[in-house]
């Protein structure tokens, strides 16, 4: 059941909305949350039921952990020797589940064996909630965390909105939200801002993500004949189609976050502007970012140390972050490509020169265009034939491309271009801080009630099609 399909937007949301705000009217605090957790692993199984256990293993277990470390007259052994406990049992659960066929098929290759495979089908959100979890026993045994009862911090862990795709949350920013008696009572303005941005990250994801994806994934499927301008618009189709793929995730979760009176963490802030691959971290998947940063590259030794130790750091981190993302090797390509541009970038730094920024964001927005075409290539081969024909100005051959319309000889599909190029030029660049602004100050009204019944309608004519369905790109992760 997908933020944007017909039975998640008419049927569940409402249906748990008006029971949880029902039950906290009556004065059945404890029921409500038990009602939001109960909905939010309905919505975590419904894919399949065989996911559940392992949901409530890792909060059982992570639970365990965190409370004892945050409780000293508990512990009956070492502090450390706990944490390490707690963190190994996190990092084998995801392996298991998300590298273990991975590591058989390079055993296979490098040793030349038959090792069969596991099979293993991977636990939707395992990568979140496994994230989200390190970061709570290790602010435990740190000492700032306090003890919750169970049922919050389930409702932490499993609430629905941010469950399957994030933002990757954390326990100081949502747990005081839950136990805050006046978030438990409905609030029309949260309620109608909610709407507004849940709205607009359908928008997103059905109108704009699904449409550019049509280039990407015919690009990629017929990676081998592109010619040079087929290669460029497979890879900036990519480009735009994760973006507004994953905001337009984030917009939603954060949309219903806010009709549940929550305030999910900002995930992007125009990341595209950016003019080095630091800048861009800070502004694309900011919660990822933040992970990375606090739980791995801090520990590690951070920039205390300074040059190679420093480097070493930094390529350690996005490795692991791209590793993160999944068990393919085009994943760890793109981890190592972002970790080595964010050294190139600090080096530069160093030597206190400023490049002017147009050549800056022209060299930063290009480089990140490359590495997204291993993040979205299915394979390396996929990968390397795409940025062949990308780099090869000799295979200018178009025979049929025309504005407003590009065919691709090699699917014969045809797609339009000023939308798939203008349209998300024009929100990146013009319309992102004048939405975010208008969202600061939104104060409900009939002219921000029609946008959204207009945007609904919109939507709605694509999601009711037979033959519509669309993951969001996050949900493999």
Known sequence: MLFNTVEFIFLFLPITLIVYFFLNKIKLIKVSTAWLVFASLFYYSYWKLDYLPIILFSMIFNYAVGSTLSNETKLKINRKILLIFGILGN?????YFKYFDFLIYNVNLIFHQSFNYFNI????????????????????YEGKTKEYDFLTYALFVTFFPQLIAGPIVHHKEMIPQFENLRNRFINYKNLSKGLLLFSVGLFKKVIIADFVSKTAVSGFAGAVNLSFIEAWLTIFSYTFQIFFDFSGYTDMARGIGYMFNIELPQNFNNPYISVDIQEFWRRWHITLSRFLRDYIYIPLGGNRMGGG??????FITFLIGGIWHGANWTFIIWGIMHGIGSIINRIYKNTKLVMPFPLAWIIN??????????FGAENITKAKYVLINAFNVLNFDIPKI????????????EFSFWILILIPILIFFIFNDTFRKWLDNFIP??????FIIIILLIVLFEIIKPDYSSPFIYFNF
């Open 309 to 314: 130790k420093t480097y070493r750091n930094i």
């Open 91 to 95: 990092v084998l659960l995801l392996g």
């Open 121 to 140: 089908i991977l636990p939707l959100a395992i990568s979140f909630f496994t994230f989200q979890q390190i970061a709570y026993i290790v602010d435990s």
């Open 402 to 413: 025309y504005f407003p319309s590009i065919r691709f000889r090699s699917s014969g599909m």
């Open 365 to 374: 927005f290009f480089y990140i265009n490359i590495a997204w075409v291993f």
């Open 445 to 450: 009204s009939k002219r921000y009630s029609i």
